[in-house]
């Protein structure tokens, strides 16, 4: 199973709800990644998991809150959006980072999510 | 801080060959991976260098320079299903990627 996936697919939400987005994969891997990705732009990392321990934030905003409850799930939680949040996001994993080297991240098909 | 330049768009005949161009600057650099991404689509990987050179993958071959800080995508024997977003991506340690500004490639009849 190579295949990371992520629901809900699509999140339509107004700027007080709290809602929360899913990925999970089951190949094993010990490092876990949340992009968020606007449209005709390049994915922009959020928040790396490794060994289901935070290890990066990218300077984001509280209002995203990241939980890794497993090595096999990884959640992102959302309260208080604002409409500028509105982009895809996308979920990687990866095996355990190593010195050197590149280990392929593999990516789930995203979160298209829409704050009104 | 890392920046990563690309070319916005090209345009290719079906067969042709084409090259996609990527510059980088970058603090703590461990190599460049391209990763391809349809319309709607997840991004997928495609090539890794961590040395300079080259390496093949099929139709794709990546380009490496780190003297140059540069690398290059080739795609040969271009089919329609080639048609979509390409990204360049520096790997900055621990196995981040930070992401170029991607290249739209069109593949016409």
């Known amino acids: 199973d190579t295949e990371v996936t992520q629901t809900p697919k699509h999140l339509v939400m107004g700027m007080t709800n709290k809602k929360s987005l899913k990925c999970e994969q089951h190949?094993?891997?010990?490092?876990m990644y949340w992009y968020k990705q606007k449209a005709k732009k390049p994915p922009e990392l959020m928040f790396v998991y490794s060994y289901e321990k935070l290890s990066i934030n990218e300077s984001v905003p509280s209002r995203f809150s990241p939980e890794c409850p497993n090595s096999s799930l990884l959640n992102l939680h959302l309260h208080a959006l604002q409409p500028e949040d509105s982009a895809l996001y996308l979920c990687?994993?990866?095996?355990?980072?190593?010195?050197?080297?590149?280990?392929?991240?593999?990516f789930g098909p995203g979160t298209r999510l829409t704050v009104l | 801080g890392q920046s990563l330049e690309q070319p916005s768009e090209v345009t290719a005949v079906e067969g042709a060959i084409v090259q996609i161009n990527c510059t980088y600057q970058?603090?703590?650099?461990?190599?460049l991976s391209w990763y391809q991404q349809h319309d709607g689509g997840a991004p997928t990987f495609l090539s890794y260098n961590g040395l300079d050179g080259l390496e093949e993958t099929g139709r794709f071959s990546s380009f490496l320079s780190r003297s140059d800080s540069y690398g290059y995508l080739l795609l040969q024997e271009l089919q329609m299903k080639d048609s979509a977003s390409y990204f360049c991506?520096?790997?900055?340690?621990?196995?981040?990627?930070?992401f170029g500004t991607g290249t739209r490639l069109t593949v016409i009849p």
């Open positions: 970058t603090s703590g650099f461990y190599g």
């Open positions: 190949m094993g891997h010990r490092a």
């Open positions: 991506a520096v790997i900055t340690g621990a196995n981040n990627l930070f």
């Open positions: 990687a994993s990866s095996q355990a980072p190593t010195s050197g080297g590149y280990n392929e991240q593999f």
